[in-house]
Nanobody, 120 residues
């Protein structure tokens, strides 16, 4: 069993920056989890459906939803088994709970989420 925990959320002004972290722990299968499995960041704003934000594949290619491309960067540190989402030039429409997700052997694992609020 793998546990994911997000951190780094908070309240910032428009144009500000935050770096979210997603730490993985649990059984041996959690080691290097972000190096061998596709991992993603999602977000869910109040009253809206959860949406995909960014993904990172085991071999490196990344992808982003159009509204965050050029502002957000997904990365991972295999030594600490942590995935990151660097968010710059934040906008009020980025306000949401952000979740990390990884699929291991086709089973999805989610973190509990971290709140990001951007004031105008």
């Amino acid at each position: 069993q793998v546990q994911l925990v997000e951190s780094g959320g908070g309240l910032v002004q428009t144009g500000g920056s935050l770096r979210l972290s997603c730490g993985a722990s649990g059984t041996a299968s959690s080691s290097n989890v972000f190096s061998v499995n596709t991992a993603k960041w999602f977000r869910q704003a109040p009253g809206k459906q959860r949406e995909w934000v960014a993904l990172m594949t085991p071999h490196g290619p990344t992808n982003y939803r159009e509204s965050v491309r050029g502002r957000f960067t997904i990365s991972a540190d295999s030594t600490s088994n942590t995935m990151y989402l660097e968010m710059n030039n934040l906008k009020p429409e980025d306000t949401a709970v952000y979740y990390c997700k990884v699929e291991i052997n086709m089973k999805p694992y989610w973190g509990p989420g971290t709140q990001v609020s951007v004031s105008s």
